[in-house]
């Protein structure tokens, strides 16, 4: 689990540093479709509970930013 975490984090990294969304957003828990508290660590952007509807409201604003981003193209 930690290379993968590791891996999600390198991608998101060099994502942001294109302009793109980050994708690791994208990769949640299938009980209840949120990222795993790893993700949450250290982030900047929210400071909520990482469970729940404040954390679910948040993770769709940014999943939508994904797909929206992806479904523009051509890249």
């Known amino acids: 689990m930690r290379a993968v975490c590791k891996t999600?984090?390198?991608?998101?990294?060099m994502?942001?540093?294109e302009g793109r969304p980050a994708l690791a957003v994208l990769v949640?828990?299938?009980?209840?479709?949120l990222p795993g508290q790893g993700?949450?660590?250290g982030r900047t952007d929210y400071?909520?509970?990482w469970i729940g509807p404040?954390?679910?409201?948040h993770i769709r604003k940014l999943q939508d930013a994904v797909?929206?981003?992806?479904q523009k193209g051509p890249f």
């Open 54 to 57: 404040q954390a679910h409201a």
């Open 67 to 70: 797909f929206g981003y992806w």
């Open 15 to 17: 994502t942001l540093e």
């Open 47 to 49: 400071q909520g509970e």
């Open 28 to 33: 949640v828990r299938e009980g209840d479709g």
């Open 39 to 41: 993700w949450w660590t």
């Open 8 to 13: 999600l984090d390198k991608i998101d990294q």
